[in-house]
């Protein structure tokens, strides 16, 4: 008979800017499609191969043999049936997106699988929208740039054959398992001090004296010390996606198996892999015990760092990434909960604690904490306003459905009331962030740091569907486009400043004027005009308890009905010549002119002649 259930967990188991934002704005405002990545990884703890057909729920079924003692990750887009024999009967299990599963026998020698317990909550176990877009390119290069200091006794060419290698052989495990490779594109020396002995001192100087460009990642091989007795760090760096690595390359009683090992390990640090508990993973915490060199000795990580290594690598060949805080705020929340499971299992290992708390999830900062009760309360007053009839009854004093600007200037006035109730170091920062998500200002940028993350922490997908359905159609001067320009340019200047705010504006509008929707000089003013009153807010030139009580369109965005619009870039250049063309700063300034002088503003004071 088939079995075909859900896994329940092992409990007692043992065991990772401005210049985006300025193209984002490059982009025409639309809400972002996402895309959809997720891992399920298997491992043989059986003592035998094991046959299975793995059938993602979307996506191509596959046939495995899953050898002796192997950690496969397998990549899909949410959950995944698999079915497999055992004792002479056909099993079959649903398994959760982003977990880790073992096969392993019973008391009556029958084979079953597992699930590995690593704190997940049920929440990603349907799987993670991501941002960006999934890669056509199944694997991901990571650019290496190898050095050895001047103690090194080989020539050049001995030394760079060896270490390049070295570099090819780590790279094919990480090509087979997690579709990414390391590439070597330079090579390089550096003189080390002789006086020092402490091996993070020599790793800082390793920073200090050497810039990993034109690679991504420096990896340095140092000659200088003679080894001595007991536990000593043979390799070191600092965390996941750290730039620099650096290994001792001195010790004639250390084979290249061995040494093999010790980079496949730091290289599993640099992509996000702690220490595990396992005896026979390359993720132990102390190597140099032999292990390596015995004959069928398979140098791999354990089941629950590939679990970690593949969701970040998943992430890696989407967009580029420079640390692990612009990982996806779903990733992050999954890899502290493995790193602390890691934590637990090696109570005095700093490792995974120190990795739990490079990716904490920023739904716990105070901001973001903050901005959840103020959407929360704004969605709710826009769902008891979709409630309301859409025309008068015939009683007086009958409410009706408030649409458009009039929509805009409720939800904003709630908004600032809800604000207003948080503590003070937060509320205007979630003010900002609360109505530019609900407003829908936030969806362009939703992919790009630092407002990604902190966009991404406000809901999760199916709240975000039903905020889009309930708020309905807000808008400014009756256009939603204005909304959209006047709400990016507001989350813009409050992360990175209003100066870069009005840069990405004018840059999004010189690319329009290449399409058919040309350059709009409208667009422009929205988003300066949603610059400024960011800025006003934070710096409570504005007070939110104004704002609840009085918030207009018409206050904060001046008339625009006289600026040009639709301008393809061959008249704009007749016009106005470049953007830093007197013509077209004219322009910019008397817009300025006119946002500053709106009734919602203080006046401003005029210096004496």
């Given at each position: ?283 132990r915490p102390i190597l140099g015990d032999k292990l390596a060199g015995r004959q069928n000795f398979r140098i791999q990580l354990d089941p629950v760092n590939s679990l970690a290594v593949a969701i970040i690598s998943d992430e890696m060949r989407r967009r580029e990434l420079s640390s692990v805080s612009e990982l996806d705020v779903n990733t992050r929340k999954r890899l502290g909960q493995i790193y602390l499971e890691l ?33 929360e309360r704004i969605v709710g007053k826009a769902m008891e306003n979709r409630a309301l009839p859409t025309a008068k009854g015939n009683e007086p004093g009958t409410l009706v459905r408030r649409q458009g600007d009039e929509l805009t200037e409720h939800l904003v006035r709630e908004a600032a009331r809800a604000a207003f109730e948080q503590p003070d170091q937060v509320q205007r920062q979630a003010f900002l962030l609360a ?11 939703a992919n790009y740091p630092p407002t990604r993350n902190m966009l991404a922490a406000l809901e999760d997908p199916s709240e975000q569907v039903v905020r889009r359905t309930v708020v309905g159609r807000p808008t400014l001067k009756a256009r939603p486009d204005l909304l959209q320009h006047f709400l990016t340019s507001s989350l813009l200047a409050a992360t990175v400043g209003i100066e870069p705010a009005y840069t990405a ?105």
């Amino acid at each position: 008979m088939n079995q075909r259930r859900r896994i329940t967990t092992a409990h007692g188991f043992s065991h990772r800017w401005v210049l985006s934002c300025l193209l984002a704005l490059l982009i025409p405002i639309r809400s972002p499609v996402p895309s959809r990545g997720d891992v399920i990884v298997l491992a043989n703890r059986t003592g035998h191969e094991v046959p299975l057909k793995f059938t993602p729920l979307t996506g191509q079924v596959q046939h495995v043999r899953l050898a002796i003692g192997e950690n496969l990750p397998l990549y899909l887009d949410g959950k995944a049936e698999i079915a497999f024999s055992s004792a002479g009967r056909a099993r079959q299990y649903v398994l959760d997106a982003n977990c880790a599963y073992y096969f392993g026998r019973g008391s009556g020698g029958a084979i079953d699988l597992q699930k590995i317990g690593l704190g997940e909550d049920g929440t990603l176990a349907e799987g993670r929208t991501l941002p960006g877009t999934a890669s056509r390119t199944p694997v991901k290069t990571i650019s290496v740039k190898v050095l050895v200091d001047d103690e090194e006794p080989g020539r050049r060419l001995v030394w760079e054959r060896r270490l390049r290698h070295r570099v090819e052989a780590a790279s094919a495990v990480f090509g087979k398992y997690f579709r990414t490779r390391f590439e070597v594109v330079a090579t390089d020396t550096w003189n080390s001090n002789n006086a020092t002995t402490d091996f993070f001192e020599t790793l800082a100087e390793f920073e200090r004296e050497v810039k990993p460009a034109p690679a991504q990642l420096a990896i340095g091989f140092t000659s200088q010390w003679t080894m001595f007795r007991g536990r000593t760090h043979m390799a070191g760096t600092r965390g996941p996606m750290h730039p620099y690595i650096l290994a001792r390359e001195a010790n004639p009683q250390v084979g290249e198996v061995e040494r093999l090992e010790y980079l496949i390990h730091e290289l599993g640090h640099f992509m996000g892999a702690a220490h595990s508990p396992e005896a026979d993973s390359v993720m132990r915490p102390i190597l140099g015990d032999k292990l390596a060199g015995r004959q069928n000795f398979r140098i791999q990580l354990d089941p629950v760092n590939s679990l970690a290594v593949a969701i970040i690598s998943d992430e890696m060949r989407r967009r580029e990434l420079s640390s692990v805080s612009e990982l996806d705020v779903n990733t992050r929340k999954r890899l502290g909960q493995i790193y602390l499971e890691l934590a637990r299992a090696l109570p005095d290992d700093p490792a995974a604690p120190r990795y739990a708390q490079l990716v904490r999830s920023e739904a716990n900062s105070p901001v973001v904490v903050a901005a959840k009760h103020v959407l929360e309360r704004i969605v709710g007053k826009a769902m008891e306003n979709r409630a309301l009839p859409t025309a008068k009854g015939n009683e007086p004093g009958t409410l009706v459905r408030r649409q458009g600007d009039e929509l805009t200037e409720h939800l904003v006035r709630e908004a600032a009331r809800a604000a207003f109730e948080q503590p003070d170091q937060v509320q205007r920062q979630a003010f900002l962030l609360a109505i530019v998500a609900c407003l829908g200002g936030g969806e362009p940028l939703a992919n790009y740091p630092p407002t990604r993350n902190m966009l991404a922490a406000l809901e999760d997908p199916s709240e975000q569907v039903v905020r889009r359905t309930v708020v309905g159609r807000p808008t400014l001067k009756a256009r939603p486009d204005l909304l959209q320009h006047f709400l990016t340019s507001s989350l813009l200047a409050a992360t990175v400043g209003i100066e870069p705010a009005y840069t990405a504006g004018i840059a999004k509008e010189m690319a329009d004027a290449k399409t058919a929707s040309g350059f709009s000089f409208a667009d422009l003013a929205a988003g300066r005009a949603g610059a400024r009153f960011a800025l006003a807010v934070l710096n409570k030139k504005l007070r939110l308890e104004d704002i609840a009580e009085s918030f207009s369109v018409s206050s904060y965005l001046p008339d625009l009905a006289d600026l040009p619009e639709q301008l393809p870039a061959k008249e704009f250049a007749e016009r106005y010549g470049t953007t830093s063309d007197p013509r077209f700063q004219r322009e910019i300034e008397a817009i300025d002119r006119r946002i500053l002088a709106l009734p919602g503003y203080p006046p401003q004071k005029v210096a004496p002649h």
